[in-house]
Protein backbone atom coordinates (compact mmCIF):
# COMPACT_ATOMS: atom_id res chain seq x y z
CA UNK A 1 0.00 0.00 0.00
CA UNK A 2 1.15 3.08 -0.97
CA UNK A 3 0.54 6.18 1.12
CA UNK A 4 1.27 8.98 0.46
CA UNK A 5 1.55 11.67 3.59
CA UNK A 6 2.74 14.91 2.24
CA UNK A 7 2.17 17.59 -0.57
CA UNK A 8 5.47 19.26 -2.62
CA UNK A 9 5.35 22.71 -2.52
CA UNK A 10 8.18 25.48 -2.51
CA UNK A 11 10.61 22.58 -2.75
CA UNK A 12 9.76 20.52 0.19
CA UNK A 13 7.38 17.85 1.15
CA UNK A 14 4.32 19.31 3.30
CA UNK A 15 1.89 17.92 5.53
CA UNK A 16 -1.28 18.97 4.77
CA UNK A 17 -3.43 20.96 7.13
CA UNK A 18 -6.33 18.55 7.07
CA UNK A 19 -6.61 14.94 7.35
CA UNK A 20 -8.61 14.21 4.28
CA UNK A 21 -7.40 11.60 2.06
CA UNK A 22 -8.13 10.13 -1.57
CA UNK A 23 -8.29 6.39 -2.09
CA UNK A 24 -6.71 5.05 -5.01
CA UNK A 25 -8.16 1.97 -6.09
CA UNK A 26 -6.64 -1.02 -8.08
CA UNK A 27 -8.97 -1.32 -10.98
CA UNK A 28 -8.03 -5.24 -11.82
CA UNK A 29 -9.59 -6.42 -8.17
CA UNK A 30 -10.47 -3.73 -6.28
CA UNK A 31 -7.90 -3.14 -3.55
CA UNK A 32 -6.73 -0.51 -2.15
CA UNK A 33 -4.00 0.76 -3.97
CA UNK A 34 -3.00 3.60 -1.84
CA UNK A 35 -4.07 7.23 -0.64
CA UNK A 36 -2.92 10.60 -1.18
CA UNK A 37 -3.75 13.85 0.60
CA UNK A 38 -6.35 16.50 -0.09
CA UNK A 39 -4.66 19.86 -0.68
CA UNK A 40 -7.14 22.65 0.96
CA UNK A 41 -7.14 26.48 0.40
CA UNK A 42 -3.74 26.59 2.77
CA UNK A 43 -2.10 25.10 0.38
CA UNK A 44 -3.44 25.69 -3.11
CA UNK A 45 -2.01 29.39 -2.01
CA UNK A 46 0.76 28.30 -0.14
CA UNK A 47 1.88 26.24 -4.15
CA UNK A 48 0.90 28.78 -5.93
CA UNK A 49 2.81 31.41 -3.65
CA UNK A 50 6.12 29.19 -3.61
CA UNK A 51 5.66 29.61 -7.77
CA UNK A 52 5.38 33.09 -8.06
CA UNK A 53 8.06 33.52 -6.04
CA UNK A 54 10.36 31.08 -7.74
CA UNK A 55 9.18 32.73 -11.48
CA UNK A 56 11.63 35.41 -11.94
CA UNK A 57 14.90 33.85 -11.87
CA UNK A 58 13.81 30.51 -13.14
CA UNK A 59 12.57 32.72 -16.24
CA UNK A 60 16.35 34.06 -16.54
CA UNK A 61 17.87 30.64 -16.20
CA UNK A 62 19.78 29.85 -19.36
CA UNK A 63 18.44 27.56 -21.59
CA UNK A 64 21.08 25.24 -21.55
CA UNK A 65 20.39 24.69 -17.63
CA UNK A 66 16.85 24.32 -17.85
CA UNK A 67 17.46 21.57 -20.68
CA UNK A 68 19.74 19.97 -18.62
CA UNK A 69 17.55 19.68 -15.60
CA UNK A 70 14.85 18.47 -18.00
CA UNK A 71 17.28 15.50 -19.47
CA UNK A 72 17.99 14.69 -15.75
CA UNK A 73 14.64 14.37 -14.54
CA UNK A 74 13.66 12.34 -17.43
CA UNK A 75 16.64 9.82 -16.34
CA UNK A 76 15.68 9.52 -12.87
CA UNK A 77 12.01 8.64 -14.40
CA UNK A 78 13.61 5.73 -16.60
CA UNK A 79 15.30 4.50 -13.69
CA UNK A 80 11.84 3.84 -12.13
CA UNK A 81 10.29 2.80 -15.18
CA UNK A 82 8.99 -0.57 -14.23
CA UNK A 83 7.85 0.59 -10.64
CA UNK A 84 5.69 3.30 -12.40
CA UNK A 85 4.72 1.06 -15.61
CA UNK A 86 3.00 -1.47 -12.32
CA UNK A 87 1.37 1.44 -10.26
CA UNK A 88 -0.29 2.89 -13.45
CA UNK A 89 -0.98 -0.81 -14.83
CA UNK A 90 -3.12 -1.22 -11.21
CA UNK A 91 -4.60 2.08 -10.81
CA UNK A 92 -5.59 2.42 -14.80
CA UNK A 93 -6.19 -1.43 -15.85
CA UNK A 94 -3.25 -1.16 -18.81
CA UNK A 95 -1.93 -4.53 -19.31
CA UNK A 96 1.70 -4.28 -17.82
CA UNK A 97 3.35 -4.76 -20.58
CA UNK A 98 1.56 -2.34 -22.48
CA UNK A 99 2.08 -0.21 -19.32
CA UNK A 100 6.24 -0.17 -19.86
CA UNK A 101 6.10 0.48 -23.39
CA UNK A 102 3.48 3.22 -23.01
CA UNK A 103 2.65 4.63 -19.47
CA UNK A 104 6.19 4.45 -18.30
CA UNK A 105 8.20 5.31 -21.47
CA UNK A 106 6.52 7.42 -23.24
CA UNK A 107 6.75 10.32 -20.61
CA UNK A 108 10.61 9.83 -20.82
CA UNK A 109 10.55 10.09 -24.44
CA UNK A 110 8.82 13.13 -24.27
CA UNK A 111 10.72 15.14 -21.45
CA UNK A 112 14.12 13.92 -23.24
CA UNK A 113 12.13 15.73 -26.68
CA UNK A 114 11.46 18.87 -24.99
CA UNK A 115 14.51 19.22 -24.18
CA UNK A 116 16.24 19.08 -27.30
CA UNK A 117 13.20 21.19 -29.06
CA UNK A 118 14.36 23.64 -26.14
CA UNK A 119 18.08 23.84 -27.13
CA UNK A 120 16.90 24.76 -30.79
CA UNK A 121 14.11 27.37 -30.08
CA UNK A 122 14.80 31.10 -31.72
CA UNK A 123 13.79 32.53 -28.57
CA UNK A 124 14.56 36.05 -30.10
CA UNK A 125 13.63 37.38 -33.46
CA UNK A 126 13.69 40.61 -35.40
CA UNK A 127 11.11 41.80 -37.41
CA UNK A 128 11.77 44.72 -39.23
CA UNK A 129 12.49 47.48 -36.72
CA UNK A 130 11.02 45.46 -33.33
CA UNK A 131 12.57 42.80 -31.34
CA UNK A 132 10.10 40.02 -30.67
CA UNK A 133 11.25 38.07 -27.00
CA UNK A 134 9.46 35.03 -26.24
CA UNK A 135 8.91 35.00 -22.59
CA UNK A 136 7.16 32.60 -19.94
CA UNK A 137 3.41 32.86 -19.26
CA UNK A 138 4.12 32.71 -15.32
CA UNK A 139 2.22 29.90 -12.76
CA UNK A 140 0.90 27.60 -15.12
CA UNK A 141 -1.98 24.80 -13.65
CA UNK A 142 -1.84 21.69 -14.78
CA UNK A 143 -4.70 19.75 -14.36
CA UNK A 144 -4.46 16.05 -15.65
CA UNK A 145 -6.66 13.56 -15.86
CA UNK A 146 -6.39 9.33 -14.78
CA UNK A 147 -6.01 7.39 -18.24
CA UNK A 148 -2.21 8.14 -19.08
CA UNK A 149 -1.33 9.83 -15.95
CA UNK A 150 2.39 10.10 -16.20
CA UNK A 151 2.47 11.07 -20.05
CA UNK A 152 -0.57 13.47 -19.59
CA UNK A 153 1.33 15.65 -16.45
CA UNK A 154 4.59 15.47 -18.20
CA UNK A 155 2.95 16.94 -21.36
CA UNK A 156 2.34 19.49 -19.67
CA UNK A 157 5.03 20.42 -16.85
CA UNK A 158 8.21 19.67 -19.08
CA UNK A 159 7.32 22.37 -21.95
CA UNK A 160 6.26 24.53 -19.17
CA UNK A 161 9.53 24.31 -17.20
CA UNK A 162 11.10 24.78 -20.66
CA UNK A 163 9.60 27.68 -21.05
CA UNK A 164 10.49 29.44 -18.44
CA UNK A 165 6.95 29.00 -16.49
CA UNK A 166 6.66 27.80 -13.12
CA UNK A 167 4.11 25.11 -11.92
CA UNK A 168 1.23 23.76 -9.61
CA UNK A 169 0.09 20.03 -10.93
CA UNK A 170 -3.24 18.60 -9.86
CA UNK A 171 -3.28 15.04 -11.23
CA UNK A 172 -6.46 12.83 -11.43
CA UNK A 173 -8.07 11.80 -8.23
CA UNK A 174 -8.04 7.64 -9.58
CA UNK A 175 -4.31 8.02 -10.88
CA UNK A 176 -2.38 10.35 -9.00
CA UNK A 177 0.47 8.03 -7.61
CA UNK A 178 3.14 8.20 -10.31
CA UNK A 179 2.86 12.31 -10.12
CA UNK A 180 4.23 11.58 -6.61
CA UNK A 181 7.11 10.12 -8.88
CA UNK A 182 7.47 12.92 -10.93
CA UNK A 183 7.90 15.50 -8.12
CA UNK A 184 10.82 12.81 -6.75
CA UNK A 185 12.20 12.80 -9.45
CA UNK A 186 12.24 16.46 -10.50
CA UNK A 187 13.11 17.06 -6.48
CA UNK A 188 16.31 14.53 -7.77
CA UNK A 189 17.42 16.51 -10.93
CA UNK A 190 17.72 19.85 -8.69
CA UNK A 191 14.85 22.17 -9.92
CA UNK A 192 14.81 25.03 -7.68
CA UNK A 193 12.00 25.19 -4.92
CA UNK A 194 8.91 26.55 -6.33
CA UNK A 195 9.26 25.86 -9.83
CA UNK A 196 7.19 22.49 -9.43
CA UNK A 197 4.88 21.81 -7.08
CA UNK A 198 2.42 19.12 -6.58
CA UNK A 199 -1.20 19.55 -5.27
CA UNK A 200 -3.11 15.91 -5.26
CA UNK A 201 -7.18 16.98 -4.33
CA UNK A 202 -10.88 16.50 -5.68
CA UNK A 203 -11.36 18.57 -8.96
CA UNK A 204 -14.26 20.57 -8.12
CA UNK A 205 -12.33 21.42 -4.77
CA UNK A 206 -8.64 21.95 -5.46
CA UNK A 207 -8.42 22.19 -8.72
CA UNK A 208 -11.28 24.45 -9.10
CA UNK A 209 -9.56 26.76 -6.17
CA UNK A 210 -6.42 26.86 -8.49
CA UNK A 211 -8.46 27.68 -11.74
CA UNK A 212 -9.86 31.10 -9.30
CA UNK A 213 -6.77 31.75 -8.15
CA UNK A 214 -6.00 35.71 -9.13
CA UNK A 215 -2.20 35.03 -9.15
CA UNK A 216 -2.54 32.08 -11.89
CA UNK A 217 -1.43 32.92 -15.34
CA UNK A 218 -2.60 29.86 -17.33
CA UNK A 219 -4.11 26.66 -17.09
CA UNK A 220 -3.45 23.73 -19.36
CA UNK A 221 -5.87 21.16 -18.93
CA UNK A 222 -6.27 17.53 -20.24
CA UNK A 223 -10.15 15.58 -19.44
CA UNK A 224 -13.64 15.68 -20.21
CA UNK A 225 -14.92 18.11 -22.44
CA UNK A 226 -17.76 19.35 -19.91
CA UNK A 227 -15.22 19.74 -17.45
CA UNK A 228 -12.70 21.83 -19.27
CA UNK A 229 -15.36 24.41 -20.76
CA UNK A 230 -16.56 24.57 -17.06
CA UNK A 231 -12.52 25.58 -16.38
CA UNK A 232 -12.62 27.75 -18.92
CA UNK A 233 -15.44 29.88 -18.37
CA UNK A 234 -14.13 29.84 -15.08
CA UNK A 235 -10.58 31.18 -15.55
CA UNK A 236 -12.12 33.74 -18.19
CA UNK A 237 -13.35 36.01 -15.36
CA UNK A 238 -9.31 36.55 -14.61
CA UNK A 239 -8.18 36.43 -18.32
CA UNK A 240 -6.15 33.53 -17.65
CA UNK A 241 -4.65 31.62 -20.42
CA UNK A 242 -6.77 28.07 -21.16
CA UNK A 243 -5.29 25.45 -23.27
CA UNK A 244 -7.76 22.12 -23.04
CA UNK A 245 -6.96 19.33 -24.53
CA UNK A 246 -10.52 17.04 -24.63
CA UNK A 247 -12.57 13.97 -25.83
CA UNK A 248 -12.82 12.71 -29.37
CA UNK A 249 -14.72 10.00 -30.95
CA UNK A 250 -12.26 9.87 -33.94
CA UNK A 251 -12.76 8.29 -37.32
CA UNK A 252 -10.80 5.24 -39.14
CA UNK A 253 -11.64 5.91 -42.64
CA UNK A 254 -10.77 2.81 -45.09
CA UNK A 255 -11.00 3.91 -48.35
CA UNK A 256 -12.24 1.17 -51.06
CA UNK A 257 -8.86 0.71 -52.34
CA UNK A 258 -7.29 -0.21 -48.77
CA UNK A 259 -5.60 -3.15 -47.34
CA UNK A 260 -8.25 -4.06 -45.03
CA UNK A 261 -6.99 -6.74 -43.04
CA UNK A 262 -4.12 -4.54 -41.73
CA UNK A 263 -7.01 -1.22 -41.49
CA UNK A 264 -9.08 -2.88 -39.83
CA UNK A 265 -6.68 -4.89 -37.13
CA UNK A 266 -4.80 -1.54 -36.66
CA UNK A 267 -8.14 0.42 -35.79
CA UNK A 268 -9.01 -2.41 -33.51
CA UNK A 269 -5.77 -2.44 -31.59
CA UNK A 270 -5.98 1.28 -31.27
CA UNK A 271 -9.21 1.56 -30.53
CA UNK A 272 -9.06 -1.23 -27.63
CA UNK A 273 -5.72 0.35 -26.51
CA UNK A 274 -6.32 0.82 -22.74
CA UNK A 275 -9.40 -0.58 -22.99
CA UNK A 276 -10.70 2.49 -24.76
CA UNK A 277 -9.93 4.84 -22.58
CA UNK A 278 -7.68 6.83 -24.55
CA UNK A 279 -8.62 10.53 -25.74
CA UNK A 280 -7.68 9.77 -29.36
CA UNK A 281 -8.81 6.04 -29.84
CA UNK A 282 -10.18 5.33 -33.79
CA UNK A 283 -13.98 4.25 -32.20
CA UNK A 284 -15.89 4.69 -35.05
CA UNK A 285 -14.87 2.67 -38.12
CA UNK A 286 -16.17 3.61 -41.47
CA UNK A 287 -16.09 1.27 -44.44
CA UNK A 288 -17.78 0.64 -47.84
CA UNK A 289 -21.27 0.04 -47.47
CA UNK A 290 -21.12 -2.52 -50.00
CA UNK A 291 -18.29 -4.77 -47.81
CA UNK A 292 -19.45 -4.21 -44.44
CA UNK A 293 -20.78 -7.91 -44.09
CA UNK A 294 -16.54 -9.06 -45.41
CA UNK A 295 -15.46 -5.96 -42.42
CA UNK A 296 -17.61 -7.71 -39.74
CA UNK A 297 -15.61 -11.49 -40.31
CA UNK A 298 -12.70 -9.51 -40.49
CA UNK A 299 -13.38 -7.84 -37.07
CA UNK A 300 -14.92 -10.81 -35.49
CA UNK A 301 -12.24 -13.17 -34.88
CA UNK A 302 -9.99 -9.93 -34.30
CA UNK A 303 -12.00 -9.21 -30.97
CA UNK A 304 -12.87 -12.24 -30.01
CA UNK A 305 -9.50 -12.85 -29.45
CA UNK A 306 -8.90 -10.00 -27.25
CA UNK A 307 -8.07 -12.02 -23.68
CA UNK A 308 -9.61 -10.22 -20.99
CA UNK A 309 -8.72 -10.17 -17.16
CA UNK A 310 -5.79 -9.17 -14.77
CA UNK A 311 -3.31 -6.54 -16.00
CA UNK A 312 -0.77 -8.55 -14.66
CA UNK A 313 -1.16 -11.56 -15.89
CA UNK A 314 1.36 -11.69 -19.31
CA UNK A 315 -1.66 -13.00 -21.69
CA UNK A 316 -3.84 -10.11 -21.06
CA UNK A 317 -5.01 -8.05 -23.92
CA UNK A 318 -7.50 -6.35 -22.56
CA UNK A 319 -8.18 -4.78 -18.79
CA UNK A 320 -10.51 -3.29 -16.69
CA UNK A 321 -11.52 0.31 -16.51
CA UNK A 322 -10.50 2.62 -13.96
CA UNK A 323 -13.00 2.48 -11.88
CA UNK A 324 -16.45 1.27 -11.26
CA UNK A 325 -17.84 4.69 -12.27
CA UNK A 326 -16.38 4.59 -15.71
CA UNK A 327 -17.53 0.79 -15.84
CA UNK A 328 -21.03 1.50 -15.36
CA UNK A 329 -21.02 4.59 -17.66
CA UNK A 330 -19.66 2.67 -20.14
CA UNK A 331 -21.90 -0.24 -20.05
CA UNK A 332 -24.72 1.86 -19.57
CA UNK A 333 -24.23 3.54 -23.32
CA UNK A 334 -24.03 -0.19 -24.54
CA UNK A 335 -27.29 -1.54 -23.02
CA UNK A 336 -28.92 1.88 -24.01
CA UNK A 337 -27.29 1.33 -27.93
CA UNK A 338 -28.93 -2.24 -27.59
CA UNK A 339 -32.13 -1.33 -26.05
CA UNK A 340 -32.51 0.99 -29.43
CA UNK A 341 -31.67 -1.36 -31.95
CA UNK A 342 -28.36 -0.98 -32.87
CA UNK A 343 -27.28 -3.72 -33.88
CA UNK A 344 -24.18 -6.02 -31.82
CA UNK A 345 -21.60 -7.84 -33.33
CA UNK A 346 -20.04 -9.22 -30.29
CA UNK A 347 -19.74 -8.49 -26.92
CA UNK A 348 -22.55 -7.13 -24.64
CA UNK A 349 -23.10 -4.99 -20.92
CA UNK A 350 -23.36 -8.43 -19.57
CA UNK A 351 -20.65 -8.53 -16.49
CA UNK A 352 -17.90 -11.08 -18.31
CA UNK A 353 -17.91 -14.30 -16.71
CA UNK A 354 -15.03 -15.23 -14.17
CA UNK A 355 -14.28 -12.15 -13.31
CA UNK A 356 -16.02 -10.97 -10.37
CA UNK A 357 -14.29 -8.31 -8.92
CA UNK A 358 -12.24 -5.93 -11.23
CA UNK A 359 -14.21 -2.88 -13.53
CA UNK A 360 -14.17 -5.41 -16.21
CA UNK A 361 -16.12 -4.36 -19.03
CA UNK A 362 -16.66 -6.89 -22.50
CA UNK A 363 -14.97 -5.72 -25.47
CA UNK A 364 -18.11 -4.67 -27.31
CA UNK A 365 -18.42 -3.71 -31.39
CA UNK A 366 -21.55 -2.23 -32.81
CA UNK A 367 -22.50 -2.80 -36.80
CA UNK A 368 -24.43 -1.23 -39.37
CA UNK A 369 -24.58 1.71 -37.10
CA UNK A 370 -26.39 4.85 -37.94
CA UNK A 371 -23.87 7.68 -37.79
CA UNK A 372 -26.78 10.04 -35.36
CA UNK A 373 -26.65 7.52 -33.02
CA UNK A 374 -25.81 8.08 -29.93
CA UNK A 375 -22.87 5.55 -29.58
CA UNK A 376 -21.56 6.80 -32.68
CA UNK A 377 -21.80 10.69 -31.29
CA UNK A 378 -20.38 10.52 -27.60
CA UNK A 379 -17.53 9.64 -25.90
CA UNK A 380 -17.52 6.01 -24.32
CA UNK A 381 -14.50 5.94 -23.06
CA UNK A 382 -14.83 1.82 -22.96
CA UNK A 383 -13.99 -0.81 -25.43
CA UNK A 384 -16.80 0.02 -28.08
CA UNK A 385 -16.41 0.09 -31.74
CA UNK A 386 -19.18 1.46 -34.00
CA UNK A 387 -18.85 0.09 -37.71
CA UNK A 388 -20.51 2.50 -39.85
CA UNK A 389 -21.41 2.14 -43.53
CA UNK A 390 -20.48 4.79 -45.94
CA UNK A 391 -21.78 4.82 -49.64
CA UNK A 392 -19.30 7.27 -51.32
CA UNK A 393 -16.49 9.15 -50.58
CA UNK A 394 -18.76 12.76 -49.81
CA UNK A 395 -20.39 10.75 -47.32
CA UNK A 396 -17.47 8.98 -45.65
CA UNK A 397 -15.87 12.50 -45.18
CA UNK A 398 -19.18 13.85 -44.04
CA UNK A 399 -19.92 10.99 -41.45
CA UNK A 400 -15.83 11.41 -40.33
CA UNK A 401 -16.24 15.06 -39.83
CA UNK A 402 -20.09 14.74 -37.99
CA UNK A 403 -19.64 14.30 -34.27
CA UNK A 404 -18.50 17.90 -32.26
CA UNK A 405 -15.32 16.09 -31.88
CA UNK A 406 -12.07 16.75 -33.86
CA UNK A 407 -9.23 15.13 -32.37
CA UNK A 408 -7.83 12.36 -34.67
CA UNK A 409 -8.58 10.05 -37.25
CA UNK A 410 -7.14 7.74 -39.40
CA UNK A 411 -7.29 7.14 -43.36
CA UNK A 412 -6.56 3.75 -45.32
CA UNK A 413 -5.81 3.53 -48.98
CA UNK A 414 -3.38 1.86 -51.69
CA UNK A 415 -2.86 5.35 -52.77
CA UNK A 416 -1.12 7.92 -50.56
CA UNK A 417 -2.01 10.98 -52.35
CA UNK A 418 -5.65 9.90 -52.53
CA UNK A 419 -5.27 9.02 -48.68
CA UNK A 420 -3.79 12.57 -48.11
CA UNK A 421 -6.14 14.53 -50.28
CA UNK A 422 -9.01 12.79 -48.28
CA UNK A 423 -7.04 13.66 -44.34
CA UNK A 424 -7.17 17.26 -45.45
CA UNK A 425 -10.66 17.41 -45.85
CA UNK A 426 -11.03 15.90 -42.02
CA UNK A 427 -11.47 18.86 -39.52
CA UNK A 428 -9.26 17.41 -36.75
CA UNK A 429 -6.11 17.65 -35.49
CA UNK A 430 -3.99 14.45 -35.87
CA UNK A 431 -4.51 12.22 -38.35
CA UNK A 432 -2.63 9.33 -39.67
CA UNK A 433 -2.50 7.45 -42.73
CA UNK A 434 -1.84 3.59 -43.65
CA UNK A 435 -0.98 3.45 -39.53
CA UNK A 436 1.69 5.87 -39.54
CA UNK A 437 3.67 5.62 -36.26
CA UNK A 438 2.78 8.24 -33.10
CA UNK A 439 5.12 11.16 -33.32
CA UNK A 440 6.19 12.53 -29.98
CA UNK A 441 7.50 16.12 -31.89
CA UNK A 442 4.17 16.54 -33.99
CA UNK A 443 1.53 18.88 -32.14
CA UNK A 444 -1.47 17.19 -30.42
CA UNK A 445 -4.88 18.56 -29.83
CA UNK A 446 -8.39 19.39 -31.71
CA UNK A 447 -10.51 21.16 -33.35
CA UNK A 448 -14.20 21.67 -32.73
CA UNK A 449 -15.08 20.41 -28.82
CA UNK A 450 -12.11 18.05 -28.32
CA UNK A 451 -10.67 21.45 -27.91
CA UNK A 452 -7.71 24.23 -28.49
CA UNK A 453 -4.00 24.54 -27.95
CA UNK A 454 -1.36 22.06 -29.04
CA UNK A 455 1.06 19.77 -26.73
CA UNK A 456 4.47 18.37 -28.00
CA UNK A 457 7.16 19.44 -29.92
CA UNK A 458 7.99 22.93 -30.98
CA UNK A 459 3.69 23.64 -30.73
CA UNK A 460 3.73 22.50 -27.21
CA UNK A 461 6.73 24.58 -26.35
CA UNK A 462 5.03 27.65 -27.68
CA UNK A 463 1.23 26.96 -25.72
CA UNK A 464 3.69 28.28 -22.52
CA UNK A 465 5.47 31.66 -24.32
CA UNK A 466 3.97 34.81 -24.83
CA UNK A 467 5.15 37.32 -27.37
CA UNK A 468 7.11 40.47 -26.15
CA UNK A 469 7.45 43.25 -28.70
CA UNK A 470 9.93 46.20 -28.27
CA UNK A 471 10.66 48.61 -31.30
CA UNK A 472 13.43 50.08 -31.49
CA UNK A 473 14.41 53.35 -33.23
CA UNK A 474 16.42 53.64 -36.22
P1 LIG B 1 -12.74 15.07 -15.74
O1 LIG B 1 -12.58 15.89 -16.95
O2 LIG B 1 -13.80 15.47 -14.79
O3 LIG B 1 -11.34 15.04 -14.92
C1 LIG B 1 -10.10 15.48 -15.42
C2 LIG B 1 -9.38 16.32 -14.39
O4 LIG B 1 -10.16 17.47 -14.05
C3 LIG B 1 -9.12 15.60 -13.08
O5 LIG B 1 -7.89 16.00 -12.53
C4 LIG B 1 -10.26 16.09 -12.22
O6 LIG B 1 -10.01 15.98 -10.84
C5 LIG B 1 -10.36 17.54 -12.64
N1 LIG B 1 -11.64 18.17 -12.35
C6 LIG B 1 -12.85 17.58 -12.18
N2 LIG B 1 -13.79 18.52 -11.91
C7 LIG B 1 -13.17 19.72 -11.91
C8 LIG B 1 -13.59 21.06 -11.70
N3 LIG B 1 -14.86 21.36 -11.42
N4 LIG B 1 -12.69 22.05 -11.77
C9 LIG B 1 -11.40 21.78 -12.04
N5 LIG B 1 -10.93 20.52 -12.25
C10 LIG B 1 -11.80 19.51 -12.20
O7 LIG B 1 -12.90 13.58 -16.22
P2 LIG B 1 -13.50 12.31 -15.44
O8 LIG B 1 -12.40 11.65 -14.72
O9 LIG B 1 -14.69 12.72 -14.63
O10 LIG B 1 -13.94 11.37 -16.66
C11 LIG B 1 -15.24 11.48 -17.22
C12 LIG B 1 -15.20 11.37 -18.74
O11 LIG B 1 -14.34 12.35 -19.28
C13 LIG B 1 -14.63 10.07 -19.28
O12 LIG B 1 -15.57 9.08 -19.34
C14 LIG B 1 -14.18 10.48 -20.66
O13 LIG B 1 -15.24 10.46 -21.55
C15 LIG B 1 -13.71 11.89 -20.46
N6 LIG B 1 -12.24 11.96 -20.29
C16 LIG B 1 -11.51 12.31 -21.37
C17 LIG B 1 -10.14 12.33 -21.27
C18 LIG B 1 -9.29 12.71 -22.43
O14 LIG B 1 -8.10 12.42 -22.42
N7 LIG B 1 -9.82 13.36 -23.42
C19 LIG B 1 -9.44 11.94 -20.05
C20 LIG B 1 -10.31 11.61 -18.96
C21 LIG B 1 -11.67 11.62 -19.11
P3 LIG B 1 -10.56 14.67 -10.05
O15 LIG B 1 -9.89 13.52 -10.67
O16 LIG B 1 -10.15 14.92 -8.66
O17 LIG B 1 -12.04 14.66 -10.25
Redesign the pocket.
Known sequence: MRKMEQLFIGGKWVKPSSGDV?EVIDAGDESLLGTVPVAKKAEVDKAVRAARQALGKWADTPVAVRAELLEKAANNLKARGSEIAEVISREVGMPLKMSQRIQAALPVIVMDSCAKVLREFPFEVQIANSRVFRVPKGVVVA?????YPLH?LVGKVAPALAAGCTVVA?????APLSAFMLAEALEAAWFPPGVFNLLS????E???LL?QHDDVDMIS????T???T??AA?AAATAKRVTL????KSPSLVLDDADFPKALRTTVNNCFLNSG???NALTRLLVPRNRLTEVEELVLPLVAGMTLGDPGDPNTKLGPLVSAR?RD?VRQYIKEAIQAGTRLLIGGDAPPEGLSRGFYVRPTVFTDVDPGAVIAQE???GPVLCIIGYRDLEEAVAIANGTPYGLAAAVWSADTDRALQVARRIRAGQIDINGAPFNALAPFGGFKHSGYGRELGVFGLEEFLEPLSIQLSA
Open positions: IITPWNQKPASEGNGPTANVFTGSSTGKITELGGQTCQREVF
